[in-house]
């Protein structure tokens, strides 16, 4: 993990030393297999640790990278990202392009400061309840061992107190896309008339 | 229970307060968000392990801020009074969101939709968060599950404020269905909806229909012939005035939606004029080339190169084995088409393919038996006189290659001693966990006809005895009292190393018998194997190709397997006999009937309402990239080149996704799974601790979640 990056992650100094840490995860299923599979694991009444909460979304395709990104600002210690098994996708094989979303997320991350098994990925069919909760109790015991996020205590900008539009009129407008103006403006005309 | 206090919650959780001010009851301001929130109690399912009391009061004071003006727990929300909470409350509080807190979505999201709906809310304003399958049914922990419970509510309600009014998209239902294999489920399956008047196509990838089905003997308990029940059904399916027969033909790609399937079926060529062919036969007996049949005759007897597999075949008319015709090897021959007196030998016929319009869809694909080699200490395949389940029916089969005489592999010599071996590739952790349902029966029905037809002396080798279903244990009864000796322990080798007196020449059955506690060997002139059932081996392409799933093993999943076990989770597909599992005929009789039900409902209701979960591509934003184009897997998304835009044929989007994550400007928005949606259920679901108080987060500064909302209203 890189050293200098500021952001590196700091000792949780101040944090009396927990006698269990118990991580926060945020699972993303999808509504035909792996959400299936811990509806399963339900009726079966398998046991898993308590740490990980779902959000369904319709294939796990859909995982947009922020969606990750926003569980980790939010507080979230790992986040476990899930779907069919490649080759049985609903959506024909929308699970690869989650696969790739995936290895790209692990390199960003860690060049974030966050350790790349802090984001992982379970195959489970709907069939595999017992599959999923065993690959829960694992990720679980994998970020506990981690401990907690170590984001960077104090000395950070409060992103209110930064007047965007004059950020953005600094770098000359090709650092990205402003955000959409009321009345929407298409952001290429709009970076054009920043300039 | 209400968290309608007065009094302000102290701090909250840390989240930007509405800019529409608090909550209060009465008529909503304009643009205020009024959630009203269920927590079930489930009877003890939930109230067990969650304190669902405290969820409810947590959720009515800690989320009063984010919207919440009523809480509530009650014993069961699906019930009719506690849907009547959610009705009530909309019409007096003038909710305009709910969240209930109960069991999977996947169980009783239209039930609380309908609820929502039908106090004049738009149902899409109604999230279920699951607090029982993911949390009370998984977890021990009482006070980590409750502080869950609170986190997964959370979510919700900060889901639900993100919610937007859909309306359902109707669909019309194409009335023609496509039943996919032509066993005894399939075609019970078509002939119902044949009957009800709608027309079938029945796709059949052999040259005849009637499956595993024809090829046996008996069936079991009441030992009535097999064919006798089968071939009027099969007549039937041929002749029926609304079934278009295919066979010899197999789906080879499926296309849309419930009530809008395009089906492309490869009808392949059979070398033979369907329409000229009279079925008399004259070809095949002319034929001078004989072929091992490995399909139908188990490789027990011999067919022609041209040929239908069996007397009683459905269609009469012949196909040609191409790898096999002397014709076809070396452009000589031609003994079929000299002899067809309606000259309808075709040499040059080509595959054909087969567009076919149709509104749903019944796979009744059946399985295939276990191969018994990979038990190689069983030794079938190295010793002769071991034989299959399906050799044996063959051979008891009076059209059968023997004449339904039962003898050894010489073709001559009648077995003295027959041990028929249960549960062969089944409950078995080194091939298949599962049971496979027939087979104790299946033994008991070869018990009975090698006593009948040798008066053999027969043993069964059992791990249990497995006879459920109607009249099945009166047969197991009957089977004892006839004198087969029963073993109950699952032998360890068959073999044909004799050392002790009496063993030579005999194949020796190595066993230990469980109920005498002691080792034996048993020598026999004949072992039957009687192997499991298991998926065909393209099973996991087929479910693929049809967009259902299957398990691990390869069966397709039921949509639910006790309350609804002929339906997949992919509308318009629906699943019939051994293809979700092993079953025996009653069973795959009644799920092929099921299904056709199933289907003549979805007809009679000529409309049906979808999902509306959509992607759609805000043109102002899009910059034209592109990106999206080749990502969606269904081609729904083109480039509008005039307008510099793409753009997104609703009718072919199937909702993934995959374009809204991946559209760099955010240009494409998913109804039901938006970016706001998701984004904020995060957000929601991070606002709790594992121990239930407020997540301590980082040192980054208040999560922004107003301006976000604000962005998606401009």
């Given at each position: ?5 500021p952001?590196?992650p ?6 009396a ?65 899930s ?32 350790e790349?098994q ?14 999923l ?22 000395n ?11 950020a ?27 300039q | ?28 301001a ?9 927590v ?27 919207g ?17 909470l ?10 305009n ?37 993911q949390?009370?049914w ?82 079991f ?17 041929g ?65 022609k ?33 000299k ?46 006189n ?6 044996f ?28 071996i ?39 080798f ?46 020796i ?45 390869g ?17 318009g ?19 092929g ?47 509008q080149?005039?307008?510099?835009v ?36 995060i ?32």
């Amino acid at each position: 993990m890189s050293t200098q990056a500021p952001v590196a992650p700091a000792p949780a100094e101040g944090t009396a030393p927990a006698t269990t840490f118990e991580p926060v995860i945020i699972g993303f299923t999808c509504n035909w297999c792996s959400y299936r599979a811990a509806d399963l694991a339900g009726t079966a009444r398998t046991k898993y640790p308590p740490n990980v909460r779902l959000i369904r979304l319709m294939c796990s395709g859909r995982l947009d990278p922020t969606f990750v990104l926003k569980a980790f600002s939010e507080g979230a210690d790992a986040v476990m990202v899930s779907g069919c098994h490649p080759g049985e996708c609903h959506y024909i094989e929308q699970n690869y392009k989650a696969l790739r979303r995936f290895q790209l997320l692990r390199r960003t991350i860690e060049s974030l400061g966050i350790e790349p098994q802090r984001l992982q990925l379970v195959w489970a069919s709907a069939a595999e309840g017992v599959r999923l909760a065993g690959e829960i109790a694992r990720v679980t015991e994998e970020v506990r061992a981690l401990g907690p996020l170590g984001w960077p205590v104090g000395n950070l900008v409060d992103i209110d107190d930064v007047d965007l539009d004059a950020a953005w009129q600094a770098t000359g407008g090709d650092a990205g896309g402003p955000p959409p103006a009321p009345g929407g403006v298409n952001p290429d005309h709009a970076a054009e008339t920043a300039q | 229970m209400s968290g309608n206090g007065h009094q302000p919650t102290e701090g909250g959780p840390s989240v930007g307060v509405p800019a529409e001010g608090g909550p209060s009851v009465g008529v909503p301001a304009e643009g205020e968000i009024r959630i009203g929130v269920y927590v079930c109690h489930c009877g003890s399912n939930i109230a067990g392990v969650v304190d669902v009391v405290e969820v409810a009061r947590w959720a009515g004071e800690a989320l009063k801020d984010r919207g919440v003006v009523i809480a509530r727990e009650y014993r069961f929300m699906c019930s009719s009074p506690g849907q009547d909470l959610i009705t009530d409350d909309i019409r007096d509080l003038g909710l305009n969101r709910i969240v209930v807190a109960a069991c999977s979505p996947h169980l009783h999201e239209n039930t609380f939709r309908n609820a929502t709906a039908r106090a004049g809310l738009n149902p899409y304003l109604c999230e279920l968060v699951s607090i029982r399958e993911q949390d009370s049914w998984v977890h021990t922990d009482k006070a980590a599950a409750t502080a869950k419970a609170k986190a997964i509510l959370s979510g919700g309600v900060e889901r639900v404020r993100r919610n937007t009014p859909l309306d359902a998209i109707i669909v019309d239902i194409n009335a023609a269905t496509l039943v996919v294999g032509g066993g005894i489920a399939g075609i019970q399956a078509a002939l119902e909806i044949a009957d009800a008047g709608f027309h079938v196509y029945l796709v059949e990838k052999d040259a005849s229909i009637g499956g595993h089905m024809a090829q046996f003997d008996k069936t079991f308990p009441t030992l009535d012939c097999a064919a006798c029940i089968l071939t009027p059904r099969m007549v039937s399916a041929g002749t029926h005035p609304n079934v278009t027969l295919l066979t010899w033909s197999e789906v080879t790609h499926v296309d849309g939606y419930v009530g809008n399937f395009t089906a492309t079926i490869l009808k392949k060529a059979r070398y033979v004029d369907e329409s000229l062919c009279t079925g008399c036969g004259v070809c095949s007996e002319k034929c001078p080339k004989n072929v091992i049949d490995e399909v139908y005759e188990a490789g027990l007897g011999y067919r022609k190169a041209i040929y239908t597999p069996f007397d009683q075949a459905v269609p009469r008319t012949p196909v040609i084995d191409r790898q096999n015709c002397t014709y076809f090897e070396k452009g000589t021959c031609k003994a079929c088409e000299k002899f067809c007196e309606s000259n309808a030998i075709r040499f040059d016929q080509q595959d054909e393919e087969i567009t076919i319009n149709i509104g749903n869809i019944i796979l009744a694909t059946g399985y295939e038996i276990f191969d018994a080699r990979r038990i190689a200490q069983y030794g079938y395949g190295r010793l002769p006189n071991v034989f299959t389940s399906l050799e044996f029916e063959r051979l008891s089969n009076s059209a059968g290659p023997t004449n339904g005489r039962i003898v050894l592999r010489d073709g001559v010599t009648e077995p003295k001693t027959v041990g028929v071996i249960h549960c062969v590739g089944s409950r078995d952790r080194n091939f298949n966990n599962y049971c496979s349902a027939i087979c104790c029966m299946q033994s008991l029905k070869f018990a009975h006809l090698v006593k009948e037809h040798t008066g053999a002396t027969v043993y069964n080798f059992y791990i249990d005895m497995r006879t459920v279903a109607k009249s099945y244990d009166e047969f197991y009864q009957r089977v004892m009292e006839e004198g087969t000796l029963f073993v109950r322990g699952k032998p360890a080798e068959v073999t044909e190393a004799g050392r002790l007196p009496g063993e030579e020449g005999k194949l020796i059955v190595q066993v230990e018998d469980t109920l005498a506690g002691r080792q034996r060997r048993i020598p026999v002139d004949m072992v039957v194997l009687s192997v499991g059932l298991q998926p065909r081996a393209d099973a996991k392409e087929l479910a693929t190709r049809f967009g259902i799933s299957c398990s691990s093993d390869g069966w397709a999943i039921e949509k639910h397997p006790k309350l609804d076990p002929v339906a997949t989770m992919t509308e318009g597909v629906f699943i019939a006999g051994c293809v979700s599992g092993p079953k025996d005929i009653p069973s795959s009789v009644a799920q092929g009937a099921a299904a056709a039900a199933r289907v003549l409902g979805r007809i009679q209701m000529k409309q049906m309402n979808l999902e509306p979960i959509k992607a759609s591509v805000h043109a102002d934003n899009c910059s034209g990239c592109r990106i999206c184009n080749t990502m969606c897997p269904y081609n729904a998304i083109s480039f509008q080149v005039a307008a510099g835009v793409s753009s997104i044929n609703a009718a072919m989007c199937q909702g993934c996704g995959t374009c809204v994550a991946a559209c760099p400007a955010g240009a494409i928005a998913g109804t039901g799974f938006s970016d706001e949606q998701v984004l904020a259920q995060i957000e929601g679901l991070l606002k709790v601790g594992a121990d239930g108080t407020p997540l301590k987060r980082s040192a980054f500064p208040e999560a922004h979640h107003e301006p976000i909302e604000e962005a998606v209203r401009a």
